[in-house]
């Protein structure tokens, strides 16, 4: 059996706040909606700070409590640029099964590409999609990594209406969040 080698591709530092949504893999750990509203209205008779994803500035319009940001801001849609390059988190939880979503929106402005993704009809994986609306494709690499960072699977094309589908056996070995990372080629 071939053993996955480690990238050196860390995403931990990504967010710059400690929230472990790890334990969040289980469809049972997820809040319903009631719970999620009780919790935001505790948060505001104890006084708590409203706060801005710090993705803010590249177009995030979420602000929230200290604690719903740190976990908001591992799976943001507007991570930081570094060379051409985003790292984040791909949660299969917030994938609809009736239409494509959004999860990646940091090349919007500078290339004019999205990256979406719908659930597959077993629900056990995701669809993936990079749409360009420019004039020109992009070629793009899409990598997803276990938990010790190391490479699951990769995805190398260009943008367009093409649709890729990620192995049911990535979120079965990691779980519902994923860490990805996407490069865009200059």
Do not use: W
């Amino acid at each position: 059996m071939k053993k996955r080698q480690p990238s050196g591709d860390s995403v931990s530092e990504s967010s710059g706040y400690c929230s472990n949504v790890e334990g969040q893999n289980a469809l049972e750990d997820t809040l319903r909606e009631e719970d999620a509203l009780k919790i935001l209205s505790l948060n505001k008779l104890k006084g708590c700070p409203l706060l801005a994803c710090q993705n803010s500035i590249r177009g995030c319009p979420v602000t929230s409590y200290p604690r719903i940001i740190g976990l908001h801001q591992e799976m943001c849609k507007f991570p930081e640029v570094k060379k051409f390059t985003v790292k984040s988190k791909l949660n299969l939880h917030q994938a609809l099964s009736t239409k494509f979503r959004t999860f990646n929106q940091a090349f919007e402005k500078s290339r004019q590409v999205s990256f979406l993704f719908k659930k597959t009809k077993d629900c056990s994986s995701v669809k993936i999609c990079a749409q360009h609306y420019g004039k020109e494709e992009n070629s793009f690499t899409l990598t997803l990594y276990d938990k010790r960072d190391r490479h699951l699977h990769k995805i190398s094309d260009k943008t367009g209406l093409k649709i890729h589908i990620i192995p049911a056996k990535v979120f079965k070995e990691v779980g519902s969040i994923v860490k990805y990372k996407i490069q865009i080629s200059k």
